[in-house]
Structure formats: C-alpha cells, structure tokens
C-alpha cells in the first residue's frame, strides 16, 4: 500500500485564462482543455500534471497521491478508514476528470484536502512543450509540495504512521532573530525524490507555501528566470541551492498567490541508506527572500 508518486495537483482560481498563459509562456507546460471550463496543463506523456478550475478561490484544491496496483489502493483506504479519518469516494464525473481509475480523498490532521489515486489513464500523446522545456518527472512523482500546518506534530505523525511516508530531513529556520525557529518537515514517498511533500509552521491562505517542478538542466532555469522577466512575473526567492535535496532553483508567485519553485539538480535518494538529518540553514548559497514571502 505504498504511495509511489506525487501524481497531480487540483489548483483552484477564478481566472483559468491566467493560469493559461502563466503555465504555457512561463512554466513551459502544455496546454489542454478539459471538462467543464478546466484546464489541463501536461508536462510529461501523462494527460496532465496541473488541473486547472475556477472554484472561485485561489488555493491548492487537492493534492494527488498515487499507488501501483488497486490492491494497494483498497489497503491503504482502509488504513486511512481505521485512524478515523473520512473517506470519501470519487464520483463518477470527477473521476473521469481525473483519468484514472478510482481515488478517494480526505482531509488530513492540517485540514488540507488530498486524493489517492491508482491506474492513471494516458493516451501517451506526446510531450511538445511550447517553450522547448524538458522536465524530470518519469519514477520521482512530478515534483513536491510544501505546505502550512500549525499542527506539525501530529500532521508529521499522520503522513508517517498512516500513509507510511518516511521523514527525509528536518529543518528548523530563523525567520525573525526575535522569534522562535519555524521548523519544516520534509517526507518522502516510496521513489527517489528526497521529498515529495512538506509541512511548514507557516500560515499561507492558499492552503500551499509552494509547488516543485524540476527541468533538466540549469540552462532551463536560466531560461525560465528570462521568461519571468519577461512576462513580469514576481519571484519571491533569488537563484539557490538547497543543502537537503541540493536543487538549484528558483520561487515565483503564481496566479493563485502561492509559489513555484523551479529548479534542477534534485537529489535521487537510495533509502536504504539514508539518515535523517536537521538543519538550521535552507541553502547553501542563494535563495535570498524577497517580496516579503515566507522562505523554503
Ligand atoms: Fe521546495
């Protein structure tokens, strides 16, 4: 019943066109139409990655986690069922939205909405990014994501004990010299990404501090930071290199107000031999905070 990639994101907005146009000319994706005014937004031989709606809010609508087989599927739904957390069943239309074969979703301790899903539907069209762009997705998820919790402890305690996450590193970062440290958990699925999601003390109103996507190469975060210039479009923390998954990457503010990091150069962990770690600084060099938006 393990979960073995960061299969999607439902983001919601109440401008899809803005998404458009920030996901094609900025982030290099592909756009598609979907059911009922949503936009996919593909970048691999997936479908899609990115899910698009107008729900009226800009937030991260849900967060989706994939597992191998249905047995997985069925395991890891009644373990979920057993610690008490609701359960609920896609319906037949969202379902289809999603192209897959079945998902439930939940809340978990954080409030946050996430889906576990199995059996992706693809037609294997092929990835034309319309920038030129390559990303590294194939066996690591499509990338990862940090969120906000004021309940660290028992979130962590969720995603580890419940859904079987392993705790990659810890970090524990001064925001403010006249305050306590923040601390940020990162976990990791069962594929080699050193995280694929992490929970911050922070308190981000979209339900998000930020997404991850790699490319595969630092021309391609080059030319990522000459089109955010380009379309004007903020970026909340400079070029740096982070000491945990030792990406080099850069933030931006996305259309529905929480970051995207866009790097490269994202460690492949072989778990067996790892040894969880803290640290006191996010990066090596770089990743200087500006805009006013938290960090990490
Ligand atoms: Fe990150």
């Known amino acids: 019943m393990k979960i073995t990639e960061f299969?999607?994101?439902?983001?919601?907005?109440?401008?899809?066109?803005?998404?458009?146009a920030y996901g094609t000319d900025v982030l290099g994706m592909m756009a598609v139409d979907g059911p009922d005014g949503a936009l996919y937004l593909k970048m691999d031989e997936r479908d899609f990655r990115f899910v698009v709606k107008n729900t009226g809010k800009d937030q991260l609508y849900a967060s989706g986690w994939g597992?191998?087989?249905?047995?997985d599927f069925n395991a890891l739904?009644?373990?979920v069922e057993k610690a008490k957390v609701k359960?609920?069943?896609?319906?037949?239309?969202?379902v289809k939205m999603r192209k897959v074969q079945n998902f439930f979703s939940f809340s978990d301790p954080s409030g946050l909405r996430h889906e576990v899903f199995w059996g992706p539907i693809s037609s294997f069209s092929k990835f034309v990014s319309p920038t030129g762009t390559r990303f590294v997705t194939t066996n690591l998820g499509f990338g990862h994501?940090?969120?906000?919790?004021?309940?660290?402890?028992?979130?962590?305690?969720?995603?580890?004990?419940v859904m079987k996450f392993g705790v990659s590193d810890?970090?524990?970062l001064t925001?403010?010299?006249?305050?306590?440290?923040?601390?940020?958990n990162f976990l990791h699925c069962f594929n080699g990404r050193q995280h694929s999601l992490a929970f911050a003390?922070?308190?981000?109103p979209a339900g998000c501090n930020h997404l991850m996507v790699e490319v595969d190469s630092i021309d391609e975060v080059g030319r990522a930071l000459d089109r955010v210039d380009q379309h004007k479009v903020p970026i909340s923390m400079t070029l740096g290199r982070h000491v945990n998954d030792d990406m080099v990457s850069f933030y931006m503010v996305t259309p529905s107000g929480f970051q995207m990091e866009f790097g490269t150069g994202g460690l492949v962990k072989d778990w067996t031999t790892h040894q969880v770690f803290e640290t006191t600084r996010g990066s090596h060099w770089g990743h200087k905070f500006i805009l006013g938006m938290p960090p990490e």
């Open 7 to 20: 299969g999607y994101v439902i983001i919601g907005t109440t401008d899809v066109e803005k998404w458009r």
């Open 67 to 71: 597992v191998d087989t249905e047995a």
């Open 77 to 79: 739904k009644n373990s």
């Open 87 to 94: 359960v609920t069943l896609g319906t037949t239309d969202e």
């Open 145 to 161: 994501a940090v969120l906000p919790t004021s309940n660290l402890k028992e979130t962590v305690e969720f995603w580890t004990g």
């Open 170 to 172: 810890i970090l524990h």
């Open 175 to 184: 925001m403010d010299p006249s305050a306590p440290p923040i601390s940020i």
């Open 201 to 204: 003390e922070l308190g981000d």
